[in-house]
């Protein structure tokens, strides 16, 4: 075998393509996995073909692809990008927002449908039955909010928020909304009532 040429070695022609030549090697390799030496003498006959090539394309014989690398050419690949998506969020409104459990949305989601059905249905008892429903909805906000991490401070921060905003857009937009939805017969009071618990539904559930 030592008499052959590289070409006769990897059992390719002289006018083979460099896939052709690339195939033969990698079939010869799998061939003979368990025999080192003929490996070596595969990837030295290799080798000298690529050599030959260069050889020719120097000659302006041949083009070589680009993507054929040479083994004096041969370099080490450049570390790929880390590809993950950078952060889009800042990181302190990530330490706010949290990625809440089906139980963590139905709970909170029960007693505030149970609490705005009282507030709709229930208008003879006036103002009263409201501000009741409204200090049952802070506590259960604080509590939901409290037992995720514990920091009670923040939970009745964020209650607090939750309160004044819905209270305050109910006020505003109230009357607009009722005249434009005129079958829902409720008063301003309860629209800002039912608006706020669903503020602090969402408060404790998708803070922390």
């Known amino acids: ?20 030549i690339q195939d033969a090697r990698n079939n010869q390799l799998e061939q003979h996995s368990g025999d080192a030496k003929r490996q070596e003498m595969i990837e030295a006959a290799y080798d000298a073909i ?5 050889r020719m394309r120097q000659e302006g014989k041949i083009k070589v692809p680009e993507r054929i690398r040479f ?9 790929k990008e880390n590809l993950t998506p950078r952060e889009q969020s800042p990181a302190w409104l990530q ?3 949290d990625k809440p459990t089906p139980a963590d949305i ?28 409204l200090v049952v909805g802070v506590g259960i906000s604080i509590y939901f909010l409290n037992r995720k991490e514990g920091k009670f401070g923040r939970a009745v921060l964020f209650t607090l928020i939750g309160l004044i905003i819905g209270l305050i857009a109910g006020g505003l937009f109230a009357s607009w909304l ?6 829902v017969n409720l008063t301003p009071n309860q629209f ?12 404790s559930s998708f803070l922390r």
């Open 1 to 20: 075998m030592s008499d052959q040429n590289p070409y006769e070695k990897l059992g390719v022609s002289e006018e083979a393509s460099f896939d052709e």
């Open 50 to 54: 690529l050599m030959d090539r260069l």
């Open 71 to 79: 083994p004096e050419l041969r370099v080490q690949s450049p570390p």
């Open 95 to 97: 330490r706010m927002l």
């Open 106 to 133: 139905l709970l909170p989601g029960a007693w505030y449908l149970g609490l705005s059905s009282i507030s709709m249905f229930y208008p003879n008892g006036g103002n009263q039955v409201l501000q009741l429903a």
């Open 178 to 183: 009722l005249m434009q939805i005129q079958f």
């Open 192 to 203: 800002s009532t039912v608006l706020t618990f669903i503020l602090l539904w969402l408060v």
